[in-house]
């Protein structure tokens, strides 16, 4: 069943025409071209694919693209103003070393967000931790993605983000 | 400038950008104009016969382009995929090598063999079609249970490795061993399981190929660890296509671990039928084909002992292991079990007598071969464990028995009894501080306070020895390895100023674009913004034997200093030239070349527009432009060493294991990043802790099922899994290369494993427990406690 | 995934229509269990009725004496509900623990109870508190509802609009986690209502259950105590690579004196 689909994306109208079974992820990575967004599991686990959905973080790997019919989307590549002003949460990352290969980053960095803004700023360690059940990193051992995340709590809030 | 950009400052990475913007570019990424995708039908079976295979049906599925099965590879006479290792037996025989067809023939051999690549115009509409192939199996009984491997009666997985034996191998005089246990005050016997791993780097392995037909030009896009040694397996061995024809690409590649090291079938079939089918292929593994494909890691079965005297000075250690193969032997599997694992099993201790037998096993399971510390975590799992036990049964401090039997610094360069000479090394101050660090005086009452809370605490040490840095080309030679392990560089400096540093090391997470720039900053006075590092590319880089065993720093980063100090070389002449003085009086400082005594200076820049635009230049003398390249041998391996502390509490109700407190002091000589080392050694460590407490590949012994075949059942480390670590350093320069660095990669993981079950063995110790196995999950350490089932 | 054919109804009768006569039909609620089950292609279902578009299905209302919550509820919002925290907070700090953040802002209550998964959260808590299932039909006693492994009670078609939860003077929930697949090894909710005590079990079992004998011991001395010698037979429970039969009966005494201490605090 082909299904026309439209949606904003990183602030852009996009629209385009899907099989019903196209995820959002499939949609994102290989309709636009929107290849930040990862896949690195099939049983939605790993988080690597995780963006926003009107404002909430998402596994788009486990939502159907027709799904998302209407709907805000922010993925990796729409949170930096530009090139040289990151989000404070890409800046944290890079900051304290919170990212090796890159692969699960994008995911990471959009539940981190979430996270932040869902505790109103305010975290500590255990917290992060445990926030992070669906996202795995093979490279990091998650210390410095944790510290990363803490650092930019209060970076967000100066910010207005 | 280079003060804060050169060796030993914390410079954020040059690669993070495009990582953290989402635009970097792995295979998977790749637009490829008219592409096909490939899906591969894998066997449902450990161990069949395959009667027939119609696709018939399925190629009258929408959107099929083609079909290939094993049929269509053994018609083009395709080459099998190759181990790489020739490892002789103890009788001096070279190691059984049965085939490894790219695709399944006429048996299968384990769950997710391919049996059948089919092509279509879409991902799904090649599953749809593979689903409509028939494939009539007659299903024989398998060999599943490493333990009967080797047992009369188990199914054999090739006739041409008779009883499932790969090799018998052994090092070291057993009759000297033998000998000095007879004398020994006290004997410490352990028997030892080192559980099987999927290494499940993030991202999943892919591949992508194209085919030119009008220069005859293959493209390989792989995530791929050594592209170079890739496009050499390829090319000699299995293909065909010569070199200069295929260019293989590894782009950005999400982690590696060792699984992406080896020559495998999908990328293979991917370059093959490209040409075939006149369109681009593209193949990504779904996370299930991860687990049932990737190589395998660990995995062995061993019984070791450990004779004292009665001082407690080790006497002598015997070691009798069988390492799992899987179904065929994967490129550097044969090696792994042997030359990187009982070669380390003098870990940092004097033992002066060591014998050790490792029989390699066939079984109906996926390949195993290298992962992250391959074959030396299991050996410093086998001596730390043997080293923590003996001083239990001895009710000596862990730490005491240890320091009594280090090697003395005195001693280095030092030669262990199981061939490996360390060149460097001073284990006594990294442990003291180790020990400052995780506060072990303090341990006994914290011990005490968490009885008083129901819980079991204990701690750990694990004092690791590793040899990395591979290698010596001429001992990896004599020891039946078939590549040299050099690694080359090429400094590439553009008349205005900027550098290009090609390398044969491919990054993965390793941060290569920022260490290796480092470098070239601190010795050129390059700004570091103005250099760029390239790697991964055939087509573009010097040839590399791959980023594996710790190596690119080591390896990889003299290359880069031996072809900076031609580019130095280079540049002293045309200096001396501009400035009109004697070469043997030109220094070269802060990136300026300078007659020592006068004013005279002349900037690197100046000199390589002079050699690009070479108008006042001693031409006769002198080759224009400023392009160097070097090829680096290593005179020895590298030996970081180092020790981790682990303190752990242990839930009796449940068996649920909590790191509380974890330390890792390292030696990795001179250190470039401190960042990104310790970076490394936090998610070393993590996966030594998922090794230890989490993870378990496990097959269903009758039917050779993977039963931990996702993230559902195989426990990955998650962030709530471990605690925030202390690290800590200690520095002996290498002797042997011109950075004086070690390697930093797999030392978290080589260690930690006994680190963790050492501590977990002390917190049950007081309970009576003997042995918890690893990896101790929660079940298991009940069960140890309370005997349950 | 297998193609199909995808509805979004924007009514109840709607949805019901489009499932009607098709016995391959699927209703997907926050698809959470459905799209991985898709993914792996462990069903084909002819058509998915996707019920996002279904205004008022989502929600929670409280009064003097229950706690009533929409189907399309998602766990993120029962977890941060102030009224769920006040009214039965064990809800929602189990709401709250549900698979991982971004799971919880999609999954939802109707689709994780109708699924009746073995390893899920809520169906202790709707067990354990003795709550009604509401479809679209009839209501359903909790007792009544679950009836096996992924099977309830409800009917081809019916659709779970509303759970309604009795306030518990005191309840509590703890789980286990699986440490691979973080679902529940062992979830026990149990709850103490004026002089009636429920003790309800997830993941031990092929579907949720209640344990008698703990309830009887805890209506005289609602306390951790009370059960400590409580021993659930092993027969019939789940057994799989991460813990056996024996190993979860013997968790379920553990949480379920856990999950007395919380109730109790």
């Known amino acids: 069943m082909t299904i026309n689909v439209a949606m904003t994306v990183n602030g852009k109208a996009v629209s385009g025409k899907v099989e019903a ?50 709907g805000k989307v922010t993925t990796i590549e729409g949170l930096a103003e530009s090139a040289d002003k990151l989000h404070p949460m890409q800046e944290a990352f890079r900051e304290n070393h919170a990212l090796q290969c890159g692969f699960c980053t994008p995911g990471m960095v959009m539940s981190a967000i979430d996270m932040v803004k869902r505790n109103n700023y305010q975290l500590d360690e255990a917290t992060v931790r445990r926030e992070l059940e669906g996202n795995l990193c093979r490279c990091t051992g998650y210390h410095n993605i944790v510290k990363a995340i803490l650092a930019a709590a209060p970076a967000m809030k100066a910010a207005g983000v | 400038m280079t003060a804060e950009t050169g060796i030993g400052a914390r410079v954020k990475r040059k690669e993070d950008q495009r990582f953290l913007t989402g635009t970097g570019r792995y295979v998977d990424d790749l637009p490829l104009a008219r592409a096909t995708y490939a899906y591969f039908l894998r066997s449902p079976h450990a161990h069949a016969k395959i009667k027939s295979i119609d696709t018939a049906a399925a190629k009258a599925m929408p959107g099929v382009v083609e079909i290939f099965t094993g049929a269509d590879t053994a018609a083009a006479k395709m080459g099998g995929l190759i181990c790489g290792w020739v490892v002789k037996d103890k009788h001096g025989q070279p190691h059984k090598a049965p085939p490894h067809p790219v695709m399944a023939a006429d048996t299968v051999r384990y769950v997710g063999d391919p049996v059948a690549m089919v092509i279509a115009n879409s991902a799904a509409e090649a599953r749809d079609a593979a689903e409509a192939i028939k494939v009539d199996y007659d299903v024989k009984p398998a060999n599943v249970d490493l333990s009967k491997a080797l047992a009369k009666g188990t199914p054999e997985v090739h006739a041409e490795a008779p009883g499932n034996l790969i090799y018998d191998w052994e090092i070291g005089v057993k009759a000297d061993v033998d000998a000095a246990f007879a004398k020994a005050a006290h004997v410490t016997k352990l028997d030892i399981v080192n559980n099987r791993l999927i290494p499940n780097a993030m991202e999943p392995r892919a591949a992508a190929a194209e085919y030119d037909k009008g220069t005859g030009n293959y493209t390989l896009w792989s995530t791929s660890q050594n592209p170079h040694v890739l496009r050499l397996i ?27 090291i080896f020559c495998y079938n999908e990328e293979t079939m991917v370059t093959w039928a490209a040409a075939k089918v006149g369109r681009p292929i593209k193949w990504t593994a779904e996370r299930a084909e991860s687990f049932m494909t990737d190589a395998h890691g660990r995995d062995h079965i061993t019984h070791a002992e450990l004779a004292l005297d009665k001082d407690n000075k080790f006497l002598a250690m015997k070691v009798e292991t069988i390492a799992n193969m899987g179904a065929y032997l994967s490129t550097f599997s044969t090696a792994v079990p042997t030359y990187l694992y009982a070669t380390l099993l003098a870990g940092q201790y004097t ?35 043997l080293v923590s036990a003996a001083a239990k049964e001895l009710k000596v401090d862990p730490a005491e028995l240890r320091r009594k039997n280090f090697i003395p610094p005195e001693a280095f360069p030092y030669q262990t009894p199981v061939a490996l000479q360390y060149d460097s090394g001073n284990y006594p ?41 591979l290698a ?101 002449k045309i200096a001396a030239h501009l400035m009109e003085a004697s070469v043997a009086d030109v220094v070269f400082e802060n ?88 970076g490394q050694v936090h998610g070393g460590i993590t996966q030594g802790v998922g090794q230890a407490l989490l993870e378990c590949a496990v097959y269903d012994k009758d039917t050779g099922q993977l039963l931990s075949g996702s993230f559902n059942d195989y426990a990955m480390p998650r962030a709530d899994d471990v605690p925030s670590f202390k690290t800590g350093y200690k520095v002996t320069p290498c002797p042997h290369n011109p950075l004086g660095v070690k390697g930093c990669g797999e030392a978290g993981a080589i260690a930690a494993p006994a680190a963790v079950m050492n501590a977990i063995h002390d917190a049950v110790a007081p309970i009576g427990v003997k042995h918890v196995p690893m990896p101790a999950t929660p079940q298991t350490v009940w069960q140890a406690i309370h005997g349950g089932k | 995934m297998y193609d199909f054919a995808y509805h979004r109804p924007k009514t109840l009768a709607e949805a019901a229509a489009a499932l009607k006569g098709k016995p391959e039909a ?37 009064d003097g004496s229950s706690v009533t919550i929409g189907g399309m509820t998602r766990h993120a919002d029962v977890a941060s509900s102030a009224d769920v925290k006040k009214a039965i907070p064990a809800l929602a700090h189990l709401a709250g623990h549900i698979g991982d953040p971004a799971v919880r802002n999609r999954g939802t209550i109707g689709g994780s109870v109708a699924n009746s998964d073995p390893a899920a959260d809520y169906p202790a808590a709707v067990l354990g508190l003795g709550a009604t299932i509401t479809t679209n039909s009839r209501t359903i006693k909790a007792d009544d509802f679950f009836k096996g492994l992924f099977e309830t009670a409800l009917e081809d078609g019916e659709l779970i609009t509303s759970i309604t939860f009795p306030k518990a003077d005191k309840a509590g929930y703890m789980k286990f986690p699986n440490p691979a697949s973080r679902y529940a090894m062992v979830g026990v909710f149990v ?68 999950a007395l201490d919380q109730a109790n605090k």
């Open chain 2, 234 to 260: 390829l090319s000699a061995f299995v293909l065909g296509i010569p070199e200069h024809k295929l260019r293989v690409v590894a782009p950005d590649v999400g982690g590696g671990f060792g699984s992406k």
């Open chain 3, 26 to 62: 699927r209703a997907m609620s926050g698809g959470m269990t459905l799209i991985p089950t898709l993914k792996q292609r462990l069903a084909k279902p002819s058509d998915v009725v996707d019920l996002n578009g279904i205004k008022d299905l989502a929600g929670i209302k409280v």
């Open chain 2, 591 to 678: 990136g300026t070349f300078k007659v020592a005594g006068t004013d005279k200076a002349v900037p690197l820049g100046q000199a390589v527009f002079a050699a690009y635009v070479p108008h006042n230049y001693p031409l006769q003398e002198l080759e224009p432009g400023m392009d160097e390249n070097a090829f680096y041998d290593p005179a020895n391996f590298v030996y970081p060493a180092g020790t981790q502390i682990c303190e752990v509490e242990i839930d009796p109700d449940t068996g649920a294991t909590e790191i509380v407190n974890f330390t890792a002091v390292d030696d990795f000589g001179n250190v470039i990043n401190p960042m990104i080392v310790e």
């Open chain 1, 21 to 70: 079974r196209t995820l959002l992820v499939q949609f994102l990575r290989e309709h636009l071209g929107l290849t930040g967004t990862h896949v690195g599991c099939d049983t939605s686990q790993c988080g690597a694919c995780v963006v926003h959905l009107d404002g909430k973080s998402i596994k788009s790997c486990t939502i159907l693209a027709v799904q998302a019919e209407g």
């Open chain 2, 472 to 572: 010596p080309s001429q001992v990896i030679g004599q020891l039946g390895g078939g590549v040299g392990q050099w690694e080359a560089a090429q400094i590439k400096f553009n008349p205005t100023g900027n550098v290009q540093v090609l390398t044969g090391s491919h990054s993965h997470g390793q941060s290569h674009e920022t260490t290796f720039a480092q470098i070239v900053s601190d010795k050129l006075g390059v700004p570091i913004e103005n250099i760029e590092v390239v790697h991964g590319d055939t087509a573009t880089t010097p040839f590399g034997m791959g980023t594996y065993g710790s190596r690119s720093l080591a390896v990889g980063g003299s290359a880069i200093m031996k072809a900076a100090d031609k580019v130095i070389a280079k540049g002293k």
């Open chain 2, 429 to 469: 101050p990294i442990i003291d501080e180790a020990m400052k660090i995780a506060d072990y005086k303090g341990f006994e009452s914290r011990r005490a306070e968490a009885k008083s809370r129901g819980k079991l605490r204990g701690i750990g040490f694990s004092s690791y020895i590793e040899a990395c840095g």
């Open chain 3, 191 to 258: 709850a103490k209502t004026g002089n009636s005590v429920r003790v309800a079990v997830t993941g031990a079992g092929p579907c949720v259950f209640r344990v008698k004998a703990m309830e009887d011991a805890l209506a005289k001395n609602f306390s951790s105590d009370a059960i400590k010698d409580i021993k659930i037979p092993a027969d019939g429970l789940n057994s799989d690579i991460h813990g056996s039969a024996e190993y979860r009966a013997h968790l379920v005494n553990v949480m379920a004196r856990r």
């Open chain 2, 351 to 385: 033992t002066p007598l060591i014998y050790a037998n490792v029989k390699a096993a066939v079984t109906h399971t996926a390949p195993v071969d290298a992962y992250r510390g391959a074959g030396r975590p299991e050996a410093t799992f086998v001596v730390e464990s």
